[in-house]
């Protein structure tokens, strides 16, 4: 321990502790642009400048261990003088157009801009860069980018692909793609964990809202909301809730203010998945065949797989995502039901996942119109200042508003539902106990093993894609020998995903925010009437009228995918 | 073609190296090369470029048949050779560091050539013209027809 002293107020911090983190126990504010916990670390922003007593120059405090002793002082008028200029410079090569910003009031570089009140000094005299709109789910605007690294850095740290980086040097870096690739033909596979980081509005989802307002607006549609897991238990945040408040009932309400003409859950369709992927499972086991399995709910990972691992795709379930089953169900089997021209049915799905909007597009399918991100149904929500946090609870519409796997919003939820109904399924006796508490948690990496009618069956449960790409090569060496392996790209799984809305770094540590996501999750689930897929009556009146049984030549038809080899860089 | 990579990373120490011995071979780095630079050593295509990048020297643009290098050393520039390579843009139509669409030719300003008692210098393949004039270019150029 080493204790020293921030603005006259004494601390003791763990040695190798940053005088940022000696602050933060302090509740002293320093601010940072560039700095991630356990990510970045490259001091580039000089925004964190402290004074330390006795050292002519200001030293920045995200990267300066703090030392025995040590006075240091956070905001002296030196301090101020020289954030100032920093943000000057950052400003002369900014674009700031905050009323056309994706960004506008959540965006750090504004807040600071604004709380050192900096007017424009520089003119911008950089020229014109290049804006990458080429995917369908992200927009990378060089103007706007301060270089600060984090999405660089996030890329390659925590996903370990470095699709983007620092390409150049001095005044004419950029963050690009190798050989200035459009980020479509990158080997991205749209995470979106990018968009989370990146303090101004250089990186972020793609907006597709309006095209939802345009849909509402036409009343020849019958328009449809379908809300993900994951959703729930963060879109609180984007109205001041504490982190972890599960919103499920308001935003069923805000959804039906807004327009939609029917709101459903995709816990129905997460159900409708379990059944598939468990009856796959299987066959597969019984056949020893394409094992270990994989899952496939995750279109980040899939396109990890189909660019990297090609010769891994036969162990891929063939189950489509929850997103893309009920789209499928909706434009056949609900349309049938309630008599409506399956041309007249938008399907719009709110999701945690920027992955998702090319998912939607996948093998092409065009079962859903619109994917919508849970920042964009914020923005939405407060588009039409509704009132959010006065809303009274309101329940899903019925039939596909019923779902007994809300857990699939988190890392080890795909696996603990299809537990659940696998050891029911294959040993016809209710579970003593409905737990599997050794897949939860934020590790990313967990393992066990269970005992299912006399049979050993080993899990895995894997996210972040660094993660993966460690469980792969052993899966390939052949160290482990796993039956069933849940793979989500990103870290903690969907709860984190990036969608999800932004954590303030200053505030929050990301662990502590994951925790309180999952912990709002596993408390729904603790208090669901029903918490196994295959004893879902929505579920079981599905099979009995439309599907008839899992794998079903229809089930195979509409809830069933390939997957092909893609090119890392396409031509 | 790749054969040739494969005795690179055997014989380098670092990834500069390889790097320097790749624009030896093809006068530039290209997608195809790094890409399969990229897959053997498991390193992604991204952090190789954006190394590349970093360094000075390292040219991403196809080279011509004739290699045009305009010296910009001190005595050279000093002696007009920044004229000298804005006559050639002019007259090939290419920037510093282009390429004719024909393959024919391409332009690299340099750092000092070593030829400093005949600035300004200018230099076509293994060939070099010293004390060149601007207007002496296009008689230069059309040399290497
Ligand atoms: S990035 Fe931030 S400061 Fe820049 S235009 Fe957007 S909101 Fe404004
Ligand atoms: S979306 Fe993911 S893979 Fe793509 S650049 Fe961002 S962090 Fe990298
Ligand atoms: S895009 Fe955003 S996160 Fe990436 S360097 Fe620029 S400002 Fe930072
Ligand atoms: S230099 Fe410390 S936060 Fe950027």
Redesign the interface.
């Known amino acids: 321990m080493v204790t020293l002293k921030i603005n006259d107020k004494e601390v003791s911090v763990n040695d190798g502790d940053t005088i940022l983190d000696a602050a933060k126990k302090l509740n002293i504010f320093i601010p940072t642009l560039c700095y991630l916990k356990e990510i970045n670390k490259v001091a580039s922003c000089r925004m964190c400048l402290v004074e330390i007593k006795g050292l002519p120059k200001l030293m920045t405090s995200c990267s300066t261990e703090a030392k025995e002793g040590m006075e240091v002082y956070t905001e002296t008028d030196k301090i101020k003088e020289a954030r100032k200029n920093n943000l000057e410079l950052l400003l002369s090569n900014h674009n700031k157009d905050c009323d056309n910003c994706l960004k506008n009031n959540q965006c750090k570089f504004q807040e600071l801009l604004d709380k050192y009140d900096i007017k424009e000094k520089y003119k911008n005299t950089r020229e014109k860069l290049n804006i990458d709109n080429s995917t369908t789910y992200l927009v990378r605007d060089s103007n706007k980018c301060i270089l600060c690294g984090r999405c660089v850095d996030v890329c390659?740290k925590v996903q370990d692909?470095?699709?983007?980086?620092?390409?150049?040097?001095g005044i004419t870096t950029q963050i690009g793609?190798?050989?200035e690739y459009p980020m479509v033909d990158s080997p991205c596979i749209g995470c979106g964990q990018c968009t989370l980081v990146c303090p101004t509005g250089a990186l972020t989802e793609k907006d597709d809202t309006k095209e939802v307002e345009n849909a509402i607006n036409n009343k020849d549609l019958h328009v449809i909301a379908c809300t993900a897991p994951a959703v729930r238990a963060a879109l609180g945040e984007e109205f001041d809730m504490p982190i972890g408040t599960n919103a499920k009932g308001k935003m069923v309400t805000s959804l039906r203010k807004l327009g939609f003409d029917k709101v459903f859950d995709v816990d129905f369709a997460a159900d409708l998945t379990i059944m598939e992927e468990v009856n796959e499972l299987i066959e597969r086991i019984k056949e020893n065949k394409n094992l270990p399995m994989f899952t496939s709910c995750s279109p980040g990972w899939i396109k990890y797989v189909e660019q990297y691992h090609p010769e891994l795709i036969d162990n891929l379930s063939t189950c489509k995502s929850p997103q893309q089953m009920m789209g499928a169900i909706l434009k056949t089997y609900y349309a049938k039901k309630e008599n409506i021209d399956p041309s007249k049915i938008f399907v719009v799905m709110i999701m945690p996942c920027i992955a998702k909007k090319f998912e939607r597009a996948r093998d092409g399918a065009n079962d859903i119109d619109v994917v919508l991100t849970t920042r964009e149904t914020a923005r939405m929500i407060k588009r039409q200042n509704i009132d959010f946090n006065s809303l009274e609870d309101s329940e899903y519409d019925l039939p596909l508003g019923i779902g007994a796997s809300v857990v699939f919003g988190s890392s080890g939820g795909v696996m603990e539902a299809a537990l659940r109904t696998l050891t029911e399924t294959l040993t016809n006796k209710p579970l003593e106990k409905i737990e599997f508490n050794e897949v939860r948690g934020l590790d990313g990496i967990k393992e066990a093993t269970y005992d299912v009618n006399g049979r050993e069956i080993n899990v895995a449960i894997v996210s972040g894609i660094k993660n993966a790409k460690k469980i792969i090569k052993k899966i390939k060496n052949k160290e482990v020998n796993y039956d069933f392996v849940e793979f989500m790209t990103c870290p903690g799984g969907c709860l984190n995903g990036g969608g999800q809305p932004y954590i303030d770094f200053d505030k929050y540590d990301v662990e502590e925010v994951k925790k309180l996501r999952m912990k709002c999750l596993m408390e729904e689930d603790k208090n669901l009437p029903i918490r196994k897929a295959h004893e879902n009556p929505s579920i079981k009146e599905l099979y009995k009228s439309f599907l008839d049984h899992p794998g079903s030549e229809l089930a195979e038809k509409l809830l069933h995918t390939k997957y092909e080899k893609r090119e890392?860089?396409k031509k | 073609m790749n054969k040739e990579i494969d005795e690179i990373i055997k014989n380098s120490e670092s990834l500069i190296e390889m790097l320097q011995k790749i624009q030896k071979i093809d006068g530039y780095l290209y997608?195809e090369r790094?890409?399969y630079l990229s897959e053997k050593l498991d390193m992604?295509?991204?952090?190789?470029?954006?190394t590349a990048?970093?360094?000075n020297g390292f040219s991403?643009n196809m080279k011509g048949k004739y290699q045009i290098n305009i010296c910009l050393g001190t005595v050279c520039y000093v002696k007009g050779s920044k004229e000298l390579s804005e006559e050639i843009s002019k007259i090939l139509n290419i920037k510093d560091g282009e390429c004719t669409k024909d393959g024919k030719f391409s332009l690299d300003t340099t750092r000092c050539l070593g030829c400093c008692s005949m600035a300004p210098v200018m230099k076509i393949n293994d060939d070099i013209y010293g004390f060149v004039k601007k207007e002496q270019v296009k008689e230069i150029l059309a040399k290497y027809n």
């Open positions: 390659s692909i470095s699709v983007i980086g620092r390409n150049g040097r793609c190798a050989f890392k860089y | 997608f790094l890409f992604s295509l991204e952090d190789i470029y954006s990048t970093f360094y991403f």
